[in-house]
């Protein structure tokens, strides 16, 4: 019998820390023309250790986040520069490997771009100090700190290159990456199962949809690093392309089979602590999650009008776990979710329904905080 997902808290957790209370005085600052104070307030807003602790010389950081350093300057002319050393071309492969570079400075970065220089690919950005506005700066390092925390490990598993800083970390033990091997395979494999039942019926929505909520559950649980996270990415990042609901399904399902024949050793090599100075994911407000909801609320409220509470939950379901997935929520919201969740888990899609549609309208109210 198909039925909702069984719920499961964090085995590993994403590390946040972002300090909220100074993202709007890092802003307020940058408005009133001091733009030195604003820049290390929103330093101290991303990671206040780092900030504080790695400024090596006046104007001048120098701080690691995974397998790069990143490096910032403020000039005598009053210009951020900011550069991160990559990787180094292997001799052979380079031809591949310079067009993935060429996709990056093309496609996924939009300000900070990827310089070649001695065979060593660096990341590099700069800008008057006067116009690094907070917003713009967090989206400048997190391109840098993601991307290069997360492309090197392909870069070097795939094309040869050769990493310009080993990444230093601290591996989980082997009872931790156990439980989250199991939930891994799992989840994977239950959604299979139900995205097969779906095709059957010719329900190719649903079936997409809830091989996407797998994947974004399963990083919600386990907050995988290195290559495994980058894969995942790219396997969730199929759910919002303009392509058929049986193309997006197709593309899953291939990826998802190819994730089930992993071995839980190269798994777990992807399940360490590091230090990281910027977090993988960004902080929202109530509004922000409210408004990344807002489309599979409509969704769900004709659902409701046509007593479709199948697909009210499946709505519920991947808004809930997109939110998780791409940020990180207030503590009501996150409670709420749990409890929602945890009590859907196991129960017919009628059952679950309900239980959705309560928790959309108590997540919408205005008096919800």
Request: glycine share 4%; proline share 5%; aromatic share 12%.
């Amino acid at each position: 019998m198909d039925l909702c997902p069984q719920y499961v808290p964090p085995v590993v957790e994403y590390e946040v820390k972002l300090k909220r209370e100074l993202f709007q005085p890092a802003v307020q600052l940058f408005e009133e023309g001091k733009h030195e104070e604003s820049f290390r307030t929103f330093l101290r807003y991303v990671n206040e250790e780092a900030a504080l602790a790695c400024e090596t010389s006046p104007r001048h950081w120098v701080i690691p986040h995974g397998s790069i350093v990143l490096e910032l300057r403020i000039t005598d002319d009053d210009e951020v520069v900011i550069t991160a050393p990559f990787v180094k071309l292997a001799p052979e492969r380079r031809a591949p490997l310079l067009r993935q570079v060429l996709e990056l400075n093309t496609g996924t970065l939009t300000l900070p771009r990827l310089i070649l220089k001695d065979d060593a690919l660096t990341f590099s950005y700069r800008c008057p100090l006067r116009l690094a506005e907070p917003n713009k700066m967090y989206r400048v390092l997190f391109e840098i700190c993601i991307n290069g925390d997360s492309f090197d490990d392909e870069y070097v598993t795939k094309f040869g290159a050769v990493p310009l800083r080993e990444k230093q970390v601290t591996f989980l033990p082997a009872e931790q990456v156990d439980e989250a091997w199991r939930v891994f395979r799992e989840t994977l494999e239950q959604a299979r199962r139900s995205a097969d039942y779906y095709m059957s019926k010719r329900w190719a929505g649903f079936a997409f949809e809830i091989l996407g909520i797998a994947l974004m559950q399963i990083d919600h649980v386990i907050s995988a690093q290195g290559f495994l996270r980058t894969r995942m990415e790219r396997s969730i990042n199929h759910l919002w392309e303009q392509r058929s609901p049986e193309e997006i399904h197709g593309a899953l399902a291939r990826e998802i089979d190819e994730y089930l024949q992993l071995d839980r050793e190269t798994f777990a090599a992807d399940f360490y602590r590091a230090d990281f100075f910027i977090n993988a994911k960004k902080s929202a407000e109530i509004e922000a999650c409210r408004k990344s909801m807002g489309t599979r609320w409509e969704w769900a409220k004709e659902d409701r009008a046509h007593r479709n509470n199948h697909g009210v939950a499946i709505c519920y379901l991947f808004s809930a776990y997109e939110c998780l997935y791409n940020f990180f929520v207030p503590p009501a919201l996150r409670e709420e979710y749990a409890a929602t969740l945890s009590a859907m888990g196991g129960q017919d899609w009628e059952a679950a329904g309900e239980l959705a549609w309560l928790s959309f309208n108590r997540i919408m109210d205005p008096a919800f905080a």
